[in-house]
């Protein structure tokens, strides 16, 4: 799922714990978190990475520099066997026109998601043959003016 402060990692996070404990499921769903390379503080804090300032990016629904709940994040995606991306400008915008192109209209942000989970499945880390979800947030629609830069179109 796209990760800027973590509430969509930690909300999942406590709602999977809570379903596990009801009894619900019979295990927690692994949580990977996808940040833009140019500002993932949670990410880069996950993978064992220095931080670095923080650059512009085409995901900037997720660029918080500075997040609050990092531990946290970091604690439920080991917890639940996840872990975190760090993805390319390129990475991001080529997932984000790939969806479109697909009739699935999302923000750059949101495509990090998909992004992501191609570099999981190429890496081994989530199997072809495994049931996996997705976590697609926001709309295109507030984003046509970024499509047109992607497409070096005039808006």
Do not use: H, W
């Amino acid at each position: 799922m796209p990760c800027g402060a973590g509430s969509n990692v930690l909300g999942c996070a406590i709602g999977f714990a809570e379903l596990l404990r009801a009894g619900q499921i019979a295990k927690l769903p692994r949580i990977f978190a996808a940040q833009p390379a140019n500002c993932a503080p949670i990410a880069r804090a996950t993978l064992d990475l220095d931080p670095v300032e923080a650059l512009p990016t085409i995901a900037e629904g997720t660029s918080i520099a500075q997040p609050l709940r990092t531990t946290e994040c970091i604690k439920a995606m080991r917890e639940s066997g996840g872990g975190a991306v760090m993805l390319t400008e390129a990475e991001i915008a080529d997932a984000a026109l790939t969806l479109a192109r697909r009739g699935v209209y999302v923000e750059p942000t949101c495509a990090q998601a998909a992004a992501a989970f191609g570099k999981l499945l190429a890496a081994r880390k989530i199997a072809a043959n495994e049931t996996t979800v997705v976590v697609l947030t926001g709309t295109g629609l507030k984003s046509t003016p970024r499509y047109a830069e992607m497409l070096g179109v005039s808006a």
